[in-house]
């Protein structure tokens, strides 16, 4: 039970993820990784809006209520993005601004 329940999660994460990569897209944003992951964190998607990275942290919720997605990112958090986020500029070796972005998608 507890099995179909997590794999039933990571099925509601994957869609929440597309959507939000759908979404951006449509905003003139280019996909250039998803689920980039190391050592050190993952980071849901890698996009490029114009001359910036983009890193982007998706969250599902199931209201809009307690804050937002933007509070469900914990300093923790943050410092994890951060740090993926760094590993994955030493590894692509891209010479471009970055910013990190939340995208909330609420079922």
Do not use: P, W
Request: with cysteine; net charge positive.
């Amino acid at each position: 039970m507890q099995k179909q329940l997590g794999n039933n999660s990571k099925l509601r994460g994957q869609a929440a993820e597309h959507a939000a990569c759908l979404f951006l897209q449509q905003q003139g944003l280019q996909l250039l990784c998803k689920n980039y992951r190391c050592r050190r964190g993952e980071i849901d998607l890698v996009m490029r809006d114009h001359e910036l990275l983009v890193f982007v942290e998706v969250r599902m919720r199931n209201h809009s209520g307690y804050g937002g997605a933007a509070a469900s990112v914990t300093k923790a958090k943050q410092r994890r993005l951060l740090c993926t986020a760094v590993e994955y500029l030493q590894t692509h070796k891209q010479r471009l601004g970055c910013r990190f972005d939340v995208v909330e998608v609420v079922q």
